[in-house]
């Protein structure tokens, strides 16, 4: 295979196909993983549940057989839940968190060995949770700090072996995205796909001696 391979665990919503055009468009060849396919852009795709560890590995290994080692991993899945303290469940919090925090450790550990000998990047889509444990987001807040915390470490453990690892704080709505269907906010208070998707090609494309760990992404007229 001439092109490099980028692989995107969670594939769909308005993100996933644009990071798959935007890196196809770069020269990369990507592959989607998540439970539907979201068709487009993707040269390959693979449905695993990103919840499910021994599906992340299964899903992984039959990527990395046919295609090799890969230079990117996005992990951009995530489960969203607003709910009170009160009435979040034990199972609604070990679920967001299995989706947004395990599944990111699981197809990290499956893509790493591979990636140590040639390098590469690794990307982590956080939110603004991922900073702020706002009311009603204690399941998403805390599975967002810990994917945060999990980029930091990782960062510092295998920045000095050649993996660039950053983490992308999602400060407001992807247009197109559910999150703005759920709350009707105009696509001009929303952030494009496309021009979210070209930030993580920039990480991407930075030299090892200019590397940015964290970034964060809002329109305009977002508060913060």
Sequence with gaps: MTNKLAIIAGAGGALGPALARTLGQAGYDTVGVARNNPGGAFKDFV??????????????????????????????????????FE???????????????????????????????????????????????????????????ALRGLAQSLAREYGPKGIHVAHIIIDGLIDGGHAQQLFSVPAADCIPADALARQYLDLIRQPSGAWTHEIDIRPSGGKF
């Design 87 to 145: 009435d979040t469940s034990i199972e609604q919090f070990e679920a967001v968190w299995r989706t947004d925090t395990l599944g990111a450790f699981a197809a990290i550990k499956s893509v790493l060995p591979a990636m140590l000998a040639g390098g590469g990047t690794i990307l982590f889509s956080g939110a603004t949770a991922s900073t702020r444990g706002s009311a009603k987001f204690s399941a998403f807040a805390s599975a967002k700090f």
């Design 47 to 84: 449905q695993a549940d990103l919840s499910a560890p021994q599906d992340v590995e299964s899903a992984f290994a039959s990527i990395l057989s046919r295609h090799g080692a890969p230079a990117v991993l996005i992990y951009n899945a995530h489960k969203f839940l607003i709910e009170t």
